[in-house]
């Protein structure tokens, strides 16, 4: 096997690899999806004195395909007055750029000589903006294609927080890579390697928090959630959706959640490494790239539980209060991050 | 011109003496002599007095069209009279009003003349302590039957139980028991605890049915009604005495536990079973009959109705009902095609070659309609006599409801049913080619089964099946009074309108409703499609009808020439 | 009326304390006893004087408590209940009582539990009971006919029983042939 490994060219060796990567990536991916969806219950459950789902399986842990079985035997209803095109693709677009986005993502350091990363692009960062603003689209069109005027409404509204967000976000990682130097995000894990010191959030909290902030804001959840607000609204962009149309924009939701965090985990708080026993630098051994992977998984677990958390802690925003927080304070803080930042650098050069 | 003045019992016009009296302070004037139970005149009562001033006397053993009796006692009143000085003159009290000595007992009211200038108290305490005292006594006896008892919520005992009657019982003592479910009669259950005793049902069948079939029996607190031992109570009028029993005592066999009254939905109509006319409400619930009541016309039938004619409404939901439009090939057929179908071929019909049978069981507009038809046909039109036994009180020897309707309109001469063998013979000869038939089965009444074969066409509405109907080439099924609107002329020219009660079976339509649209195919003649507007168009071309209008007949009708 | 809002303060616009203090109550939440009830497993103890669905009962001889008086038919504000009287030759399976019903059927689809049967009825002869969860296949199985309700409400002890008293009371009394 090995031997017949090692005598592809090169080029198959990486396209085999690759496929492979991204195979096992899409796949705990949507695993991870599905399984969010479960904690997020059980959370909210606990959170308000419930025990949540424990009927499919042990601790409802076949709970994610009950509700899969659900969504695909669900009527597929289509209203006669959607612009068909447009209300297909929808759903599509929005779970789109959680897929794409993860090809960026180092989840880990390597196993035997392969990078755990899929594409480790020189100008990941701006790659992941590009894609992350693709986003906003699904949401366009699906309150466009609905043609309908709650919808419609529902969708201008998620579209101008959405891109009100995407500034503020764009701006305040600007400053990271003031420090680092450069966009590659493996570039940047590097960057914080050899002490807990050198992981980024504590370099630039400022940029942290705004980058948390619109992180919320970009993944429409609490308190952020207007675009959806199942309570006061009942749904927004999505209402004319059902079965598995509906399960994407919910599916695409936490894909885009999952990323969000991993995004965090990765600039922030160190990516995969950890700086104890060595594992801050690329593994050498089989199992320390093994459990440098785990590490990311589990800083990746930690931001999850916390977006739960909030959502179930905090009431949402009003929408003028949500605007003005993006245009007043997070994107003057923002600039004023990236000056403070250029002097300082420039004042020690 | 032809109208004469309705007969309303009233006053005759000018001459006639007054009194005038206080009714709970409310001065009226009443005419000294007023009406008995007979319609003679009578010197005008307390109760009469109390009516006129739109107060009510609570009363179970009065009733204006019984003789008086003044055993129950409820109608009680305290009362007070010009008190007279020793020079036989009023005396005045300081502010010039005449002083009134006020009676140091009460009197019946429905006994008890008027006297002029009397004051007649029915609100003081003492007149409500008075209907307390006689409902406690009534009640002592009156088992708690409520629940299964027909008459809840007709009831008058019921009724003045919740205005004046206690609680609690203070009564501990056993109640008296009498006979329960006794049969007086073919159509009468008595029920004796039930009795609170105030004869009316004995005065009307003594006074009023000539039948003196009732009795009371025993004394004291065993006081029985009873019928007359070894026969039965069974006069054509019996059921009036369930009508007039304030309580429960005297129930129908027939509406015996069939549907609580509260539920009967009352319509004003007219009985079809003689030429008398009877006013009656038809009590019905969720589209089915369960009663006939006489609905009071001094006119006509004052407040009683015959037996016969009460129960016989059985047949307007039975089950063979005709339901459906047929046509030649007894397929079933559209309205509006058939109604096409059949203006065609009359309209292509040669004139003098249709015949038409109508029912004097239909009403002046559909006869009238018919009568549209005949004549731009050229049609022979009769319609067919229907004799029974009369009696002297309401039951007319003319067994159909609109003997002088079909006479008024044109249909048929004097003497009903003389052209019938004229007919017959047209058929036979081939001179007629075309039969209408409303409502009658003609094959009993000269035109055998074998001329129908004849025909071309036989356009035939009924609504049941018989031997004529199944003869026909055009089946159309019609609508009984209580499923339409529409007017009859009783035996006594007097024209009378009846409401819908329930819905036709079906398909079946009022026969006026597609008589019109068929007139209206044949003719171009286009009339009213609003029974309303069919009669008042009737009223202008029918000249005993001439002064009539819809609404003008009101509840009681109006009497024409005849 | 104009409320005045009084001003934020500093902490408060910061919205950290609220963040906290949030924090500090789903934490709480968290870990506390759970409420939840495994429904088809655990049952609720059904409150005295709950309105159930209303049914009807025999008296301890056994016999129809309903007259069919039709006083819940009237007063039924869906009009969930329909009774078919005896007719003429109605009777009751106990003396004196003159008739029951022939049909007695509660739609309970339309049913809202007010209680009203229960409040007008001069017999005792309907009662909300403590089922709450009705099922059925089709509306059809949701019309409880009068041998499903009779069954379903069983045995009430009547402390009165009217009508048989009435019954023994005339037969002291030495009148009236009363057969069951």
């Known amino acids: ?349 | 011109m032809s109208a004469t003045a309705p007969t309303e019992t009233k006053p005759a016009a000018p001459a006639v003496e007054t009194l005038a009296v206080k009714v709970d302070g409310k001065a009226v004037v009443v005419p000294k002599l007023s009406p008995d139970w007979q319609g003679k005149p009578a010197p005008t009562t307390m109760l009469q007095a109390c009516e006129a001033a739109g107060v009510t006397v609570p009363h179970y053993c009065y009733h204006p069209k019984l003789p008086v009796a003044g055993n129950c006692r409820m109608c009680l009143v305290e009362f007070g009279t010009p008190a007279l000085g020793p020079d036989r003159k009023p005396v005045l009290n300081p502010d010039g009003s005449p002083k009134i000595n006020k009676s140091p007992r009460p009197a019946i009211a429905c006994a008890t003349p008027v006297s002029p200038n009397m004051e007649i108290y029915t609100n003081t305490p003492g007149v409500k302590a008075m209907r307390e005292g006689v409902l406690e006594f009534l009640l002592i006896n009156h088992p708690l039957d409520c629940p299964i008892c027909d008459q809840a919520g007709e009831c008058k005992l019921q009724e003045y139980s919740v205005d004046y009657g206690a609680a609690q019982s203070r009564f501990v003592e056993p109640k008296v028991h009498k006979p329960k479910k006794v049969d007086l009669g073919p159509r009468i259950v008595l029920d004796d605890e039930r009795c609170i005793l105030c004869t009316r049902c004995i005065r009307f069948t003594r006074d009023i049915a000539g039948d003196d079939a009732l009795g009371i029996v025993n004394r004291g607190s065993y006081n029985t009604l009873t019928k007359y031992p070894w026969s039965q109570f069974d006069n054509n009028y019996t059921l009036n005495t369930v009508d007039i029993c304030p309580v429960g005592a005297l129930t129908s066999k027939d509406f015996r536990f069939q549907m609580r009254v509260w539920f009967l939905k009352e319509t004003k109509s007219l009985c079809t079973s003689c030429g008398t006319g009877c006013n009656v409400l038809i009590g019905s619930r969720e589209e089915k009959i369960y009663r006939y009541t006489p609905r009071q016309n001094d006119a006509v039938n004052g407040c009683w109705m015959c037996d016969a004619g009460r129960l016989n409404y059985r047949w307007i939901d039975r089950e063979d009902r005709l339901k459906e439009v047929r046509s030649p090939k007894s397929e079933v057929r559209s309205w509006s095609a058939v109604l096409k179908e059949i203006s065609e071929k009359l309209n292509a019909a040669v004139p003098g070659s249709a015949a038409i049978v109508a029912s004097a069981r239909q009403t002046n507009e559909e006869l009238f309609l018919l009568k549209q038809l005949a004549k731009k046909l050229g049609a022979t039109t009769d319609s067919i006599p229907r004799f029974g036994d009369g009696d002297k009180l309401l039951v007319s020897a003319d067994k159909n409801p609109n003997t002088n309707g079909a006479r008024l309109t044109g249909i048929c001469f004097t003497e009903m049913g003389i052209k019938l063998p004229e007919i017959a013979r047209g058929i036979q000869s081939g001179k007629i080619k075309t039969l209408i038939v409303f409502g009658e089965d003609v094959t009993k009444h000269g035109i055998s089964a074998a001329d129908l074969a004849k025909l071309e066409t036989l356009i035939v509405s009924d609504l049941l099946p018989n031997e004529t109907t199944k003869a026909a080439h055009y089946l159309l099924p019609g609508c009984a009074h209580a499923e339409k609107r529409g007017t009859f002329t009783n035996t006594k020219g007097r024209v009378q309108k009846f409401m819908k009660a329930v819905e036709p079976p079906g398909d079946a339509r009022p026969e006026w409703e597609f008589l019109h649209e068929l007139v209206h195919g044949v003719t171009g003649h286009n009339g009213f499609a609003t029974i309303e507007g069919l009669f008042n168009q009737m009223a202008k071309e029918v000249p005993e009808f001439n002064s009539l209008t819809w609404a003008g007949l009101g509840d009681a009708g109006v009497t024409v020439k005849i | 009326m104009i409320v005045k809002r009084p001003p934020l303060s500093l902490a408060e616009r910061l919205y950290l304390p609220a963040i906290w203090g949030g924090f500090k109550v789903t934490l709480r939440h968290f870990f506390k006893k759970k409420v939840t009830m495994q429904y088809p497993e655990e049952k609720w103890v059904v409150p005295e004087g709950y309105r159930g669905a209303p049914y009807l009962v025999r008296d301890q001889d056994g016999h129809t408590k309903c007259v069919s008086c039709q006083l819940c038919e009237f007063v039924c504000p869906p009009k969930a209940i329909k009774i078919t009287p005896p007719g003429p030759n109605g009777t009751a399976d106990r003396a004196n009582a003159e008739k029951m019903p022939r049909e007695f059927e509660i739609n309970m689809l339309r049913c809202i539990f007010c209680g009203f049967c229960q409040e007008v009825c001069p017999e005792e002869a309907i009662f909300l009971m403590k089922d709450y969860a009705l099922t059925g296949a089709s509306r059809n199985e949701m019309i409880y006919d009068k041998e499903k309700l009779l069954a379903l409400g069983g045995v009430h002890q009547d402390r009165i029983q009217k009508w048989k008293h009435k019954a023994e009371e005339a037969a002291q009394q030495d009148v009236f042939p009363v057969k069951p």
């Open chain 1, 1 to 349: 096997m090995m031997h017949w490994l090692n005598n592809l060219s090169p080029a198959w060796q990486f396209v085999l690899f690759s496929a492979i990567k991204v195979v096992a990536a899409f796949a705990v991916l949507m695993f991870m999806v599905a399984y969010v969806v479960l904690v997020e219950r059980k959370v909210c459950a606990f959170i308000q004195d419930r025990i949540g789902p424990n009927r499919a399986g042990p601790f409802g842990l076949l709970q994610p395909a009950a509700d899969a079985v659900k969504a695909f035997f669900k009527e597929d209803f289509t209203p006669a007055h959607v612009r068909k095109v447009f209300y297909v693709l929808a759903p599509a677009i929005v779970m789109l750029p959680g897929l794409m986005n993860l090809a960026v993502i180092p989840f880990g350091s390597r196993i035997g000589n392969q990078p755990m990363v899929i594409a480790d692009l020189n100008v990941g960062i701006l790659y992941t903006f590009g894609i992350v603003s693709l986003g906003v689209y699904g949401i366009v069109l699906a309150g466009y294609a609905a043609n309908s005027k709650y919808p419609f409404l529902g969708g201008i509204r998620s579209s101008a927080q959405m891109i009100s967000y995407e500034i503020a976000m764009g701006l305040s990682v600007i400053p990271l890579f003031l420090l680092v130097g450069s966009l590659n995000l493996s570039q940047v894990i590097h960057y914080q390697s050899g002490g807990f010191l050198n992981w980024l959030v504590f370099k630039q909290p400022l940029a942290f928090a705004i980058f948390l902030a619109a992180a919320f804001a970009e993944t429409n959840r609490t308190p952020f959630d207007l675009p959806e607000a199942e309570q006061e609204l009942a749904g927004g962009y999505n209402v004319e959706y059902s079965s598995i149309k509906f399960a994407l924009f919910f599916m695409g939701e936490y894909a885009n959640m999952i990323l969000a965090s991993a995004m965090m985990v990765t600039l922030f708080f160190g990516g995969w490494t950890l700086p104890i026993f060595g594992l801050d630098q690329p593994a050498t051994a089989l199992w320390a790239g093994l459990v440098q992977i785990g590490i990311f998984l589990a800083k990746l677990f930690c931001f999850l539980v916390m977006f739960i958390w909030v959502r179930w802690m905090w009431p949402r925003f009003r929408y003028d209060q949500l605007m003005k927080l993006s245009w007043q304070r997070f994107i003057p803080l923002a600039l004023a991050n990236i000056v403070v930042t250029a002097f300082v650098l420039w004042v020690r050069s």
